[in-house]
């Protein structure tokens, strides 16, 4: 198994362009997230899916939208990404049956520009 | 909002040495969760406590919780170079399918060799 896994590792974009983060897991899990993770602020919470076909807001919300595509695949878009947009992106899945942790993927590092 | 905050911020130690940290959290949990993070890298998941328990041990960590307090310590026994990494505490609601884990800011832990 893979686990977690996100494309791109890096990216750089220039103010105004619009990108899509893309997250897959193969461990059928239900509940897929997104965060972020900024110098000194540890991980804050984008957006969230509970299941297949659904999602919500998390505590930062502003400027992404989301698709959650099928089970395996969450992906994070940018419509027009701003210099505070700048951070580094974790995706995270979490098994169903009431399991409680959250498995990792690497990460992707974003600098808007 | 942040809703753990660790302490220390850093913390240097020669291996060998325990390595405690402490984390404080806001409002009621449904659970506590340890995670590590080395540089670069995602997070993985340590160890997870219940707001119903009050210590759990797994290999060299140490874990407690005080609910009345609103507090969690995590000890290393015998840190390794390996260790060093940036530590994170996370708590957990209870929402059932709205499951959402609330990071702390973490603590970097360097293990002198």
């Known amino acids: 198994n893979a686990g977690v896994t996100q494309t791109p590792k890096f990216q750089v974009l220039k103010t105004g362009q619009s990108m899509t983060l893309q997250c897959a897991q193969d461990?059928?899990?239900?509940?897929m997230y997104w965060y972020r993770q900024d110098p000194g602020m540890g991980l804050r919470l984008i957006y969230y899916?509970?299941?297949?076909?659904?999602?919500d807001k998390g505590e930062v919300p502003n400027g992404y939208n989301v698709s959650r595509l099928n089970k395996r695949e969450f992906s994070l878009r940018l419509e027009s990404a701003a210099p505070s947009q700048t951070s580094v992106y974790f995706c995270?899945?979490?098994?169903?049956?009431?399991?409680?942790?959250?498995?990792f993927g690497p990460g992707t590092r974003l600098t808007v520009l | 909002s942040q809703q753990g905050e660790e302490d220390p911020q850093a913390l240097s130690i020669q291996e060998g040495e325990n390595a405690t940290m402490n984390c404080s959290y806001k409002?009621?949990?449904?659970?506590l969760q340890w995670y590590r993070q080395n540089s670069g890298r995602g997070l993985v998941h340590l160890i997870l406590?219940?707001?119903?328990?009050r210590e759990k041990h797994s290999g060299r960590l140490r874990v407690t919780l005080d609910t009345s307090k609103k507090s969690s310590s995590l000890l290393i026994t015998a840190s390794r170079a390996a260790d060093t990494a940036s530590y994170f505490c996370?708590?957990?609601?209870?929402?059932?399918?709205?499951?959402?884990?609330?990071f702390g800011k973490g603590t970097l832990l360097t293990v002198n060799p």
């Open positions: 995270a899945s979490r098994p169903p049956g009431g399991g409680q942790t959250q498995y």
């Open positions: 461990m059928n899990h239900n509940s």
């Open positions: 899916s509970a299941s297949e076909g659904t999602t």
């Open positions: 409002t009621s949990i449904n659970n």
């Open positions: 406590i219940r707001s119903n328990e």
């Open positions: 996370a708590t957990g609601n209870s929402g059932g399918s709205n499951y959402k884990l609330t």
